[in-house]
């Protein structure tokens, strides 16, 4: 049972031009979003994050929104650049049994982005 | 300063065989997590520890996995007997506090290539 959901493995983009990476999450209680990037032979790392009393953080290039009634999040870029192509996992956090966090990660989407 | 530092970076060996994978945290780091990669369920956590202590291992898959930390500077991920579902890349990750709390950006390592043939 997938609760993060990426429903688009790859996507690619044109130099300068926008790109946008989706997320679908389907428990209403998850209350922490985070975006992870990773390149090849290289562990993720951490990008941006929002909590779920905001709907839009951003960071230079980057801005998360999220969609509570939606239960959706997306990232943009804006502008693209051939450094951003990696793969970007969108994750998801909440309190489970046991009192502790627990962060739940979708399968992640493929950027590529071309000159 | 060294990150999380993860070995062996690949690894092939034969079904059955016993498997060890190895994690240096970030020092200070109090959190230690296992995660793998696959194509289809992308990361999964498999278990995480706080000050050494197994906090949840609800995602280890089956009884032929174990995970280990026996001091705040090293972790082991066993897997006994080895099987070609096991192929993945194994992350590990350490953060100063709990996943997914604001505080607790994860560190990953360059993770292991595991191939069971």
């Known amino acids: 049972d997938q609760q993060v959901k990426q429903n688009s493995p790859s996507l690619s983009v044109q130099e300068g031009r926008i790109s946008i990476l989706n997320c679908d999450y389907t428990?209403?209680?998850?209350?922490?979003f985070l975006w992870y990037k990773k390149y090849p032979a290289e562990g993720p790392t951490f990008l941006i994050s929002?909590?779920?009393?905001?709907d839009k953080n951003e960071d230079g290039r980057f801005t998360v929104f999220l969609n509570k009634s939606a239960k959706h999040l997306s990232l943009h870029i804006v502008p693209s650049q051939p450094g951003d192509s990696a793969v970007y996992f969108c994750?998801?956090?909440?309190?489970?049994?046991?009192?502790?966090?627990?962060?739940?990660f979708g399968a992640g989407t493929r950027l590529a982005v071309h000159p | 300063d060294a990150g999380v530092i993860q070995s062996p970076r690949h690894e092939v060996t034969e079904m059955g065989q016993e498997v060890t994978l190895r994690c240096k945290p970030i020092?200070?780091?109090?959190?230690l997590f296992w995660y793998r990669q696959t194509m289809m369920r992308g990361l999964e956590l498999l278990i995480y520890?706080?000050?050494?202590?197994?906090?949840?291992d609800s995602g280890m898959p089956e009884d032929r996995f174990s995970a280990k930390m026996p001091n705040a500077s090293f972790s082991t991920l066993k897997i006994q007997p080895s099987e070609p579902r096991d192929s993945a890349v194994y992350f590990c990750?350490?953060?100063?506090?709990?996943?997914?709390?604001?505080?607790?950006?994860?560190?990953f390592g360059e993770g292991s290539r595991l191939t069971v043939l």
């Open positions: 990750a350490s953060s100063l506090a709990g996943q997914g709390s604001p505080t607790g950006e994860l560190f």
């Open positions: 428990n209403s209680m998850f209350d922490y």
């Open positions: 929002i909590s779920s009393i905001k």
């Open positions: 994750a998801a956090s909440a309190k489970f049994s046991g009192g502790y966090n627990k962060l739940i």
């Open positions: 020092s200070g780091h109090d959190y």
């Open positions: 520890f706080n000050n050494n202590v197994p906090i949840d």
